[in-house]
């Protein structure tokens, strides 16, 4: 009888064990203990295997040099044996006494399976049976072909109502359809410039300066010397006083004279003194020498000019103010998004940062500059909620059994205007509006399913009586109807227009 031997490994337990058994071909089994390790150690763990070896008809002999292993095996009755080039090929024994008593292994049961009885053949199928089962894959194919494959799309030309309407919108804090209330945002605006305008005034000032000849007297006896810029004056407080041009000697002796030419210190007319005016020497001077005018000073002389007036300087501001704002309007316009407007009749909240002017009122210029920074705020829209409210305000106006035509109302022109005496401004909106009968696209998918092509015209033809007839495309070109799935007939409208 053919043994086959099972060797183990140190971590085996009595569950891998009884794997490697149940894989076991050969009516016996023996198993090898490894040189090492704590292997099937417990009485029960051999109880169980020995059990198993008879559940699986399988003779269990060991070859383990473990006391304990052996001690356990002989109480459990499994043959023992030293090594494995002297197995027996008769019944194993388990061990001999010391007496000579043989204890043997128990006999291996035989195990043979029942034979079954003969059944009698089934009789077999009908041939249109066979036949029906052998085409029924090539049915379901076919219907599924003639389900999925083919498609439709069918162009349906509605005609449509077109009328043209106004409506205005105020602007609020939340969007209301039935006030005709439209919600914005505010868009901060920081704006700086300048700007320089010729002034409007005109004015007269100085322009040259009088002149003339004095007479100094020498009061001493010693000469006396008089430099330029001396300054003599007359009695009147209100004159100007006037300089020596160059310095000039008079001799040493009483009541010796000397002529000097003497020049206003400053412009215009007032130094036109008359003569016989001047009769004061400023400075130490005065105490040696006195001074007079024999003649009138002449040649002083004024000049119209243009000059900043107040109006130049609210003018200046107006202009700069609206050129700053319109160009920032322009620049922010441009930078919204394409769904977003821009009310520029709403600027609102106008702080002027600072207002730098190079000349004050009154001054003698030919130009003015202004240097402004603004700060202010603008309203701004969504054109979407434009055409939402719109829609929603006119919707309910429709005539029973019409809608609106995708994309209407359609927004023509925005206009805005400042409101009367408030702080916000309103809108004037403009609308295409088109409509049209209900076309009720799921319904008419379900009549159409499956029609032929002349059953297909006949039904829309009646529905629709646009300005062109419906096209209608079936693929594959050769199917003869319109597919039997809904899903799979596309309905497209294009819209007409009626004047």
Do not use: C
């Not at 699986?56 to 070859?63: K, P, S, V, Y």
């Not at 049961?109 to 009698?120: N, Q, S, V």
């Not at 400075?283 to 006195?290: F, K």
């Not at 007036?309 to 920032?328: C, H, M, N, P, Y």
């Amino acid at each position: 009888m053919k043994i086959q031997i099972v060797y183990l490994d140190p971590h085996d337990d009595y569950g891998s064990i009884g794997d490697k058994l149940l894989w076991t071909k050969a009516q016996r089994a023996l198993l090898v203990w490894p040189g090492r390790g704590e292997v099937l150690k417990r009485r029960l763990d051999l109880v169980l295997l020995k059990r198993l070896g008879q559940q699986q008809g399988i003779a269990i002999g060991l070859l383990t040099h473990d006391p304990s292993v052996q001690a356990l095996a002989r109480e459990l009755s499994i043959p023992l044996f030293e090594d494995l080039e002297h197995l027996p090929d008769s019944k194993w024994s388990i061990w001999q006494s010391d007496s000579g008593a043989t204890f043997e292994a128990r006999p291996q049961r035989e195990f043979t399976l029942p034979i079954p009885k003969p059944t009698r053949a089934a009789a077999p199928y009908p041939a249109a049976l066979r036949i029906l089962l052998l085409l029924l894959p090539m049915i379901f194919i076919l219907l599924a072909l003639i389900l999925l494959i083919p498609s439709a799309e069918i162009q349906l030309y509605p005609s449509t109502l077109r009328e043209i309407q106004t409506l205005t919108f105020s602007l609020a804090e939340q969007s209301d359809a039935s006030k005709l209330q439209l919600s914005y945002s505010l868009q901060a605006l920081d704006i700086h410039g300048e700007r320089r305008i010729p002034t409007s005034e005109r004015m007269s000032v100085p322009d040259q300066f009088a002149s003339g000849e004095v007479v100094f007297t020498n009061l001493i006896d010693q000469p006396l010397s008089i430099p330029a810029g001396t300054s003599i004056r007359s009695s009147d407080p209100n004159t100007p006083y006037f300089r020596t041009d160059r310095t000039v000697l008079v001799e040493g002796g009483e009541g010796t004279q000397v002529l000097a030419r003497v020049t206003a210190a400053t412009a215009g007319p007032d130094g036109n003194l008359a003569a016989e005016t001047i009769d004061r020497i400023d400075g130490t001077l005065g105490l040696s020498l006195t001074v007079s005018n024999p003649e009138a000073m002449s040649g002083g002389s004024l000049q119209t000019r243009s000059s900043v007036g107040s109006r130049d300087k609210q003018r200046l501001r107006e202009e700069l103010e609206q050129a700053l704002l319109t160009e920032i309007l322009s620049q922010t316009a441009a930078l919204l998004p394409s769904n977003q407007m821009l009310l520029e009749s709403s600027i609102m909240n106008i702080d002027v940062i600072d207002a730098v002017y190079d000349a004050e009122t009154g001054a003698a210029a030919d130009s003015l500059s202004l240097a402004l920074s603004l700060h202010a705020e603008v309203a701004v829209i969504d054109l979407g909620d434009v055409q939402r409210l719109s829609y929603l305000h006119l919707e309910p106006d429709l005539p029973t059994g019409y809608v609106f035509a995708p994309g209407s109302p359609e927004i023509l022109e925005i206009r805005d205007k400042p409101a009367q005496n408030q702080d916000l401004t309103s809108i004037e909106v403009d609308l295409a509006l088109r409509s049209t009968r209900d076309p009720g696209l799921e319904a008419l998918r379900a009549n159409l399913r499956g029609a032929s092509l002349e059953q297909a015209r006949k039904l829309l033809d009646g529905i629709y009586t646009g300005s062109e007839s419906p096209e209608i495309i079936i693929s594959p070109s050769w199917f003869p109807r319109l597919p039997f799935l809904e899903n799979q007939i596309q309905l497209h409208l294009v819209w007409g227009n009626t004047p």
